[in-house]
């Protein structure tokens, strides 16, 4: 999977249950800045993110990196890693 096939796919989640218009969804655009993402809504963009690229999150080991997550760059080279992990 390509880095442009993981953000159409981060872009998906995002106008789909967050309702975020196309424009504001950007590489470089900030999670809690540009999107409004509070706390709660990352955990729902992970578990939609889970399903959205059938990859598994494992909070012990994935809560700091998740944590650390500010922008879709970030979301984009976390899932990258969780797919190169699973094999993909």
Do not use: Q, Y
Not at 6 to 19: H, M, N, T
Not at 27 to 39: F, Q, T, W
């Amino acid at each position: 999977m390509t880095d442009e096939d993981i953000l159409s796919g981060i872009k998906k989640i995002l106008e789909k249950w967050f309702e975020i218009g196309p424009e504001s969804i950007t590489p470089e655009a900030h999670l809690r800045n540009d999107l409004e993402l509070d706390s709660l809504d990352r955990v729902d963009f992970i578990v939609a993110a889970e399903k959205e690229f059938r990859v598994k999150v494992i909070r012990s080991e994935d809560e700091p990196k998740i944590r650390a997550m500010e922008t879709l760059n970030d979301v984009r080279d976390f899932i990258k890693d969780k797919l190169a992990k699973r094999g993909t």
